[in-house]
């Protein structure tokens, strides 16, 4: 099945074209992986720096 992006799975987001933000959903059905770029610098670093997840502008849930 490979990985898939917000466009082949109906997902939107938010953030000015050249700089849109990005999601991708991969793993195996025993191990998912959700990952998800702030490609548009929007996401405050009050709310990223509160949660382990996110890694400088990629949050990243493992499932």
Request: net charge positive; aromatic share 4%.
């Amino acid at each position: 099945m490979g990985t898939r992006t917000t466009a082949n799975l109906g997902l939107t987001m938010s953030g000015p074209a050249a700089t849109i933000n990005t999601g991708t959903i991969g793993g195996t059905i025993n191990a998912i992986v959700v990952t998800v770029t702030d490609g548009s610098g929007r996401c405050p670093a009050t709310y990223t720096g509160a949660q382990p997840a996110w890694t400088a502008s990629v949050f990243t849930l493992n499932m």
